[in-house]
Antibody
């Protein structure tokens, strides 16, 4: 089955860190750019970060630059997001998503993992 | 930087009616990279339309998309009960490797 499954969310203190994971299955992981998209409670979708299919480049929304790091382990078909120096405004559901360049869209999404930042 | 604006913010309609949702880009964009997503409460977004007008796999033909300059439209010809959800448009942002979503339109049952 083609799917993405996130894990690693939870309650973390302001200034703390967390590592989010996304396990991919059912498709050739190395063919795709992968992304993280987040959604704060009751709010809209916000793209967070991208990583190229071969890991040679990554891109971030301005609000997380220097604090978040996206990475991938192709041997494990896994995507990661290391989130550091967390702020209250980082509280959100974090979705892993596959970007399909041939259609110019996110064509596969995971179910999301919730990160709650609390003081 | 490309900013996407969606309107209306909320649209209240009844099953069987036609829904027209709009998305406007702040500058000229490439229609090939304009997508629409549907999100139901507690669920992940689902790709509906890509390339402004192509339906994703498994999407019913009551969903259609169109483009005119910087204006994009998602039309649902006859609303089914399962269509009541939030709809987002998406394009790349300040570069082709960074992405942006519109704020969403909530489609409510009247």
């Amino acid at each position: 089955e083609v799917q993405l499954v996130e894990s690693g969310g939870g309650l973390v203190q302001t200034g703390g860190s967390q590592r989010l994971s996304c396990a991919a299955s059912g498709f050739t992981f190395t063919n795709y750019w992968m992304s993280w998209v987040r959604q704060a409670p009751g709010k809209g979708l916000e793209w967070v970060a991208n990583i190229k299919h071969d890991g040679s480049g990554s891109y971030y929304v301005d609000s997380v630059k220097g604090r978040f790091t996206i990475s991938r382990d192709d041997a494990k078909n896994s995507l990661y997001l290391q989130v550091n120096s967390l702020r209250a405004e980082d509280t959100a559901v974090y979705y892993c998503a596959r970007y399909q360049w041939s259609v110019g869209a996110f064509d596969l999404w995971g179910q999301g993992t919730m990160v709650t930042v609390s003081s | 930087e490309i900013v996407l604006t969606q309107f209306p913010g909320t649209l209240s309609l009844s099953p069987g009616e036609r829904a027209t949702l709009s998305c406007r880009a702040s500058q000229s964009v490439i229609s090939s990279y304009l997508a629409w997503y549907q999100q139901k409460p507690g669920q992940a977004p689902r790709l509906l339309i890509y390339g402004a007008s192509s339906r994703a796999t498994g999407i019913p033909d009551r969903f259609s998309g169109s483009a005119s300059g910087t204006d994009f439209t998602l039309t649902i010809s006859r609303l089914e009960p399962e269509d009541f959800a939030v709809y987002y448009c998406q394009h790349y942002g300040s570069s082709p490797w960074e992405f942006t979503f519109g704020p969403g339109t909530k489609l409510d049952i009247k």
